[in-house]
């Protein structure tokens, strides 16, 4: 009890977790998963948030405020025009191109004062903060109340140690060849990949500057929390904690806390199309005919594989 006291720095022992999700749904879902295991476990926890995500999200914050638990999600106005984009620019599927991504990530730093400004006037104050690993603004916000701050990455092991020994060794800028093979350096195993496999460098204009700001916030943050688990990948959580020098927690699936139909339902994003449509076309298909393959809701290339995958 004296510790949890000594978190919050006042006499109420309940922790303050703040988290802040990236603004897109496959970052931001499973950050509220996190905040109703938390909030199960007895920690308040505020979500920020902003007016249009919170009003995509409406169904997944009414459910959970049906469950009573100790969630409070926090919309803060996000300031497009500021850095020049559309009104109502406020998730990464809704930006023009992805030239505006560092233009948007600016708007997502100038939510740093109003942050601040907001946890001053909680009568609870904030224990720690876990952030998107994309919100490096958040140190900052960490530093101002003294408190530690967890980078959450929705990433998988293998994949993490991948990125970070192609990007620091720059091994993307080593051929130009799409087909040429190439070694990965420091990998736990042998492993080989095409430059054409490859996540390369971050799109956009602009944005090695902020691959930089990743790459330093590495050594601002206490810890990274990944949505895996060590049964799975314990070999590469361990290669990429050596790398970064910083200790990294497995918490996943984070998608298993749901066991409620309507709360598995409530999970995606909005869809594009009539639901009802589609489960007719499933519906009308022949049993175990027909294949499911998510590539995320903002990959580049998947209207494209969409379209050759109708052609075949």
């Keep these: ?7 919050n720095g006042r006499d109420d022992p309940k ?30 926890v505020s979500v920020i948030t902003t007016p249009v995500n919170a009003a995509r999200i409406k169904t997944v914050i009414e459910r959970v405020k049906a469950s009573l638990l100790s969630i409070e999600f926090v919309p803060l ?9 559309p009104k109502g620019c406020e998730n990464i599927d809704t930006l023009p191109s992805k030239d505006h991504l560092q233009s948007f990530l600016d708007a997502c730093a100038l939510l740093r004062e109003p942050l601040i400004l907001h ?3 909680q009568r609870l104050n904030p224990s720690c903060i876990i952030s998107d690993v994309w919100h490096t603004w958040t140190g900052d916000v960490a530093q101002e109340f003294r408190i ?12 993490l140690l991948c990125r970070h020994i192609i990007l620091t060794n720059e091994l993307h800028k080593k051929t130009s060849d799409e087909m040429e093979v190439i070694v990965m350096p420091g990998f736990p195993h042998h492993l080989e990949l095409l430059k054409a496999q490859m996540p390369g460098s971050f799109g956009g204009q602009g944005m090695e500057k902020f691959a930089e700001e990743l790459k330093a916030d590495q050594q601002r943050f206490d810890g990274m929390l990944v949505n895996s688990f060590d049964d799975l990948e314990a070999l ?11 200790k990294v927690w497995t918490i996943g699936p984070m998608s298993l806390y749901n066991k409620d139909v309507a709360d598995m339902a409530a999970r995606g994003n909005l869809a594009s199309i009539d639901e009802n449509h589609c489960l007719r076309w499933l519906d009308s298909m022949k049993p175990n005919s027909v294949i499911y393959v998510s590539f995320g809701s903002i990959a580049n290339d998947c209207l494209l594989i969409g379209r050759i995958l109708l052609q075949m």
Excluded at 77 to 85: D, E, R, T
Aim: aromatic residues 12%; hydrophobic residues 50%.
């Design 148 to 159: 530690p701050r967890f980078a959450f990455n929705g990433f998988g092991g293998f994949s």
């Design 236 to 246: 590469y959580i361990e290669s990429f904690q050596k790398a970064i020098g910083k």
């Design 15 to 44: 922790l303050h977790f703040v988290l802040v999700p990236l603004m897109a749904q496959g970052h931001t879902i499973p950050m509220i998963d996190m905040a109703r295991l938390l909030a199960s476990r007895g920690v308040h």
């Design 1 to 7: 009890m004296t510790n949890q006291i000594l978190i």
């Design 77 to 85: 106005p996000f300031p497009c025009s500021a850095v020049g984009l």
């Design 119 to 121: 946890l001053k006037e």
